[in-house]
């Protein structure tokens, strides 16, 4: 049984209610496990109370009143055989007063606290009892629930689906004794209805064994669906290349610089897939300024000299106009027809665009995502090239994908670095390639953290920077709620600017503006007709200006560890030592201190991102790309990191030898995962 209509018992509005909390299936229901729980499976005596304690109670009303001093409040007072238990309610019906009154049976359970008369529990959920009401027998569970849904019909609901005979076992028994896990239903079992002997804390901790393993069969199955997508892209075709004998030479020979051995060892091993017949999915990562662009290049390069299109994505504008003008650079002399594409160009440029990229004389066509929109037809596409991944979402990857037939290669670049965790998680359908080395030359970047107090001195800083020649990017403050509020913001830094460097020449460049306004900004920025760039986080990604080298970031504090340093990377491209500024607002929080402090004792891209992961989440590290991944509701990455290995290195040999019970698992785990697109 599977679908909750096939449930007699479940009313129409229960559905509703549960698809509300994204529960469409018994599957669902049944891994819809509790926040925590409620110990009501015994009573104890008020002497034995403890301040923080969550405790049921039983006793008699001996006392009650509306207090309105100093606020209005019901206080009652509760006797067991031991002592008296102070209880208040801020906020009440009239059917709690009633209830409430002298002489009443109650049992109560709440949280315990010392309060001026004692111990008191405020709130607390109270019940009546006659003689022979008996305790639960299990710990009672709590549900993330919606409103509408009462935790009562929630529990009633999730008993019934218990009782439907939907837990049949996926794993074979020896593969989760060995590693000393429970049974798929008992976990489940004892999830919802923990026995009173429970570890409350382990429970809660979801460190206890049946936590665990629901925690491995969800890490199992995110395992088992990439492996199968890995192996769909195995069974598909992709035009085949040789490797290139002409262009990839010409292009190195006309460099002012030589590859790093880490660029070489990447090129390699890009080559080598790209003259496989079946499509790549590669990630090549490395941090900011490793020199990404010209690896992605020479594959470009490899296609083309197959005779087959590329397409290079970018995530915004600007970066879009400087790929494309670095290739004009880099290719032009080669011979090489590059065509550009955004969503600002005039109708006659778009068609003409279109017009060449259809026909194919357009071979190498950059732009942002307007690529992968209808209108755009290829005529040969055999390499997208996707920059700064992360920005995409899946969909958007999938869509350029499909321009190809065959299907394209993909290669996809990305300035943030993969913990170890999400690669062998999130990113195990991808393979990868790390440029773990920087160019020779560039010398670090100097971070400083400084009050926003000291301003002045900083201003200062700019001004003697730009009058020496160098260029600066002040970069204002992040304001993610509104952007209204962000242009104001990005338009009184400029005023404020001008009025205090009337001597320099300065820029502003911020989402709203025109793309074509954007592009004559940084197209003069890069020139060096301009000195001082004030910026909001649109150029977080990619801009290479390598003369600039001072950056001053006002209220870092607002900003995501990963994102800080992407925007630091934005200096330091040249050989002039380079400086970033971090300027934050007087009361700093311990923690976010303690976030700074990261960023400006580190210059490890991967340190930071670990980091940032263990702060914040999985979430902010995946990006977009979480839109279409399966999210992880109950492994956690870094608590969970053995069941992940554990599953990583079982995935293979179950799809080999247990087919059925792989296809019964992924249904399970993925039919309960809401929305899931395949890859
Ligand atoms: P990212 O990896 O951040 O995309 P880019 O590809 O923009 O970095 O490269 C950063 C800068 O370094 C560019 O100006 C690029 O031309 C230059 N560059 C790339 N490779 C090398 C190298 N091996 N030696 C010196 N400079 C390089
Ligand atoms: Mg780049």
């Not at 955004?342 to 732009?367: H, M, N, Y």
């Not at 320099?504 to 709203?512: A, D, F, N, S, T």
Request: net charge neutral; hydrophobic share 45%; with cysteine.
């Amino acid at each position: 049984m599977r679908e909750l209509t096939e449930i007699k018992a479940f009313s129409k509005p229960l559905i509703t209610n549960l698809a509300k909390l994204g529960i469409s299936s018994v599957h669902a229901l049944l891994l819809h496990l509790p926040l925590r729980y409620i110990d009501e499976t015994r009573i104890t005596a008020i002497r034995d109370l403890r301040a923080g304690d969550a405790a049921q109670v039983e006793g008699e009303i001996i006392h009650a009143e509306v207090a309105y001093k100093p606020r209005k409040a019901l206080i009652a007072k509760l006797e067991d055989m031991s002592g008296q238990l102070t209880l208040r309610f801020l906020n009440f019906y009239p059917s709690q007063i009633a209830a409430l009154k002298v002489g009443a049976k109650l049992r109560v359970y709440g949280e315990v606290r010392s309060g001026f008369f004692g111990y008191e529990m405020v709130h607390p959920s109270t019940k009546a009892v006659g003689l022979k009401t008996e305790v639960a027998e299990t710990l009672t569970p709590v549900y993330p629930t919606v409103a509408g849904l009462t935790q009562p019909s929630l529990r009633k609901a999730i008993g019934i689906a218990l009782a439907q005979n939907c837990m049949q076992e996926t794993l074979p028994a020896r593969l989760y004794r060995d590693m000393r896990l429970p049974a798929f239903a008992d976990s489940l079992r004892a999830l919802h209805n923990p026995p009173p002997d429970s570890v409350l804390q382990a429970l809660e901790n979801k460190e206890s064994p049946y936590w665990r393993r629901l925690a491995f069969d969800e890490l199992l199955a995110q395992q088992l669906s990439m492996r199968k997508h890995y192996a769909r892209r195995r069974s598909v075709s992709a035009p085949q290349f040789s490797r290139s004998r002409l262009l990839v030479s010409a292009l190195l020979k006309s460099l002012p610089f030589a590859l790093t051995q880490a660029q070489q060892k990447v090129a390699l091993e890009i080559e080598q897939d790209l003259t496989q017949p079946h499509p790549m999915q590669r990630l090549l990562q490395g941090d900011v300024g490793s020199g990404k662009t010209i690896v992605a290049c020479m594959a470009a390069l490899q296609s083309i000299e197959n005779n087959w299109q590329v397409a290079f994505m970018a995530p915004t504008e600007i970066l879009a106009e400087q790929h494309y003008r670095k290739m004009l650079g880099w290719l032009t002399p080669l011979n090489i027809q590059i065509t550009w594409l955004t969503g600002s160009q005039t109708k006659k440029e778009r068609e003409a665009a279109l017009a060449g990229i259809a026909d194919g004389s357009a071979q190498f066509v950059v732009g942002t995502h307007a690529l992968f929109q209808d209108a755009v037809r290829f005529r040969n596409l055999g390499l997208a090239i996707i920059d700064e991944q992360h920005r995409f979402g899946v969909h958007q990857r999938l869509a350029l994908r499909q321009k190809g037939q065959p299907e394209p290669h993909q290669l996809m670049m990305s300035a943030t670095p993969i913990p170890r965790t999400l690669s062998m998680s999130y990113y195990a359908d991808l393979d990868v390639s790390v440029i773990d080395e920087l160019p020779p030359g560039r010398s670090p970047i100097v971070t400083k953290l400084i009050s926003d107090s000291r301003r002045d001195e900083i201003l200062q800083r700019v001004r003697e920077a730009c009058l020496q020649g160098n260029q600066a990017y002040w970069v204002c403050p992040l304001i993610e709620e509104s952007e209204a509020l962000q242009l104001a913001t990005a338009n009184d830094t400029f005023a404020l600017m001008q009025n205090e460097f009337p001597e320099l020449k300065i820029g502003l460049v911020h989402g709203r503006m025109k793309p074509a306004e954007k592009q004559a900004v940084m197209a003069a920025f890069s020139a060096g007709e301009l000195q001082l760039l004030v910026a909001t986080t649109v150029i977080e990604v990619g801009v290479d200006v390598p003369n600039a080298s001072l950056m001053v970031i006002e209220h870092a504090e607002r900003m995501g560890l990963s994102q800080l340093h992407q925007l630091r990377g934005r200096v330091g491209r040249g050989a002039a030592k380079s400086t970033c500024i971090l300027l934050y607002q007087n009361k700093l929080s311990e923690t976010a201190r303690a976030r700074l402090k990261v960023i400006y004792e580190s210059n490890d891209g991967f340190a930071i991102a670990q980091a940032d992961l263990h702060i914040r989440g999985p979430g902010e590290l995946l990006g977009v790309r979480q839109s279409g991944v399966p999210m992880l509701r109950i492994a956690d990455l870094e608590r969970d990191a053995d069941l992940l290995e554990a599953a990583k290195s079982v995935a293979d040999g179950l799809l080999e030898k247990h087919p059925q019970q792989v296809e019964a698992h992924l249904d399970r785990w993925m039919s309960s995962a809401g929305d899931l697109v395949k890859v």
